[in-house]
């Protein structure tokens, strides 16, 4: 019988990629499911160029509002663009356990982003199964010089233990610089995929 070539092996892998995202976004039961963004970390990973300057400042518009204020002024403008998609996402960074009530009405909601400012206990049980975790890592951990391990290895611990009765996606993004070290990207992965295989 002839060997698996490596090309044949990394289609296949592939190809589990893509039925492993299906059924996540149909909310059949799978592992969780890990998403590096890597943004402006680019520029540092393979060199993008240089001169690309953004003019103003990457701030969360809702953060820092009552959630009363967020169902007047700007639900309604969520609930109204939501209604042209088909599956949406709701993936703001700031906390979400507050404003449930309203973010659950929107239409076609799918998945909900769930950053370091909500509750992640509450937000599993709020979510269940009807909806996809979408866990927000904290992307602070990697673009430091010196990334802490035990550090990321803990939060992701924590919220792996949290959520084993959902549909989970682990995001790493807002990667705006890496501090010129793209190991630190691959490393956080490994750790990821260890506490993931640890708690599943």
Not at 4 to 20: D, G, M, N, W, Y
Not at 68 to 89: D, K, N, S, W
Not at 130 to 147: Q, R
Not at 160 to 172: D, Q
Request: aromatic share 10%; with cysteine; glycine share 4%.
């Amino acid at each position: 019988m002839d060997e698996v070539s490596e090309a044949e092996k990394q289609e296949c892998a592939e190809e589990e990629k893509i039925r492993l995202w299906k059924d996540h976004n149909d909310l059949k039961e799978t592992r969780p499911l890990l998403l590096v963004d890597m943004e402006n970390g680019w520029n540092e990973a393979v060199r993008f160029d240089r001169d690309i300057q953004c003019k103003g400042y990457m701030a969360q518009e809702c953060g820092d509002i009552s959630p009363e204020m967020f169902h007047e002024f700007i639900y309604p403008y969520h609930r109204q663009v939501a209604e042209f998609f088909g599956l949406t996402c709701y993936a703001c960074c700031e906390g979400i356990d507050e404003k449930w009530e309203w973010v659950k009405e929107l239409p076609n909601l799918r998945r909900v982003s769930i950053s370091q400012w909500s509750d992640m206990a509450k937000m599993s049980d709020y979510l269940k199964g009807d909806f996809i975790y979408s866990y927000k890592a904290n992307s602070a951990h990697v673009t430091v010089p010196d990334m802490n391990e035990s550090v990321i290895r803990g939060e992701l611990r924590r919220m792996f233990e949290k959520t084993r009765e959902n549909h989970v996606e682990v995001v790493l993004k807002d990667l705006h610089t890496i501090s010129n070290k793209p190991e630190q990207v691959i490393r956080w992965v490994q750790i990821a995929r260890e506490e993931l295989n640890r708690v599943y």
